[in-house]
């Protein structure tokens, strides 16, 4: 009888095994957010958060806590969007991309200084851009034509990053 038990278990808890790309999504999970910006002390978090990137003099670590909080923010606009407060979705997606812009031009400097990033980091900026992107499509649908026109700048802006991404090697 204790014999059977464990290939009990196993056949009625088993799950077949997915594809980490299924129904065309990204395989890279973003960070969870912490607090969201209608919280009273968000404040503190952006001022950590600036703080944190100001006093990071190395190139590829400050790089990364860029990649990081971009990440982040574009979470936060994603769990905006579900909570629909679209105004301040627009504005934390839009600051999700500058973080992402400074990012790639951290890394480009850091490229003419002789520190070129490593290919694990470009290969994950690129990841991340798709992921950013992804997010973006799917929540343009909810945007009304008053957001539309500034929704519109951050798809560029978007766009814009993952071409500058190929510059990096």
């Known amino acids: 009888f204790l014999l059977a038990i464990p290939p009990f278990f196993y056949f009625f808890n088993y799950m077949p095994p997915t594809s980490p790309n299924m129904d065309n999504k990204t395989a890279y999970e973003l960070p969870y957010p912490g607090l969201l910006p209608d919280h009273p002390l968000y404040l503190l978090k952006t001022f950590r958060d600036r703080t944190l990137v100001f006093v990071t003099q190395d190139y590829e670590k400050r790089a990364k806590i860029q990649l990081e909080l ?57 990841r991340s851009n798709l992921k950013h992107s992804e997010i973006l499509m799917r929540s343009s649908k909810k945007f009304d034509s008053s957001l539309r026109s500034e929704f519109d700048l951050v798809l560029t802006l978007n766009k814009k990053n993952k071409n500058k991404l190929q510059s990096l090697k």
């Open 70 to 126: 971009s990440d982040k923010r574009i979470r936060a606009g994603e769990l905006l969007m579900g909570e629909e407060k679209y105004d301040l979705a627009l504005t934390v997606f839009s600051k999700g991309e500058r973080y992402f812009e400074q990012a790639i031009e951290t890394s480009e400097a850091a490229q003419t200084q002789g520190q070129a990033p490593t290919a694990g980091m470009v290969e994950q900026m690129k």
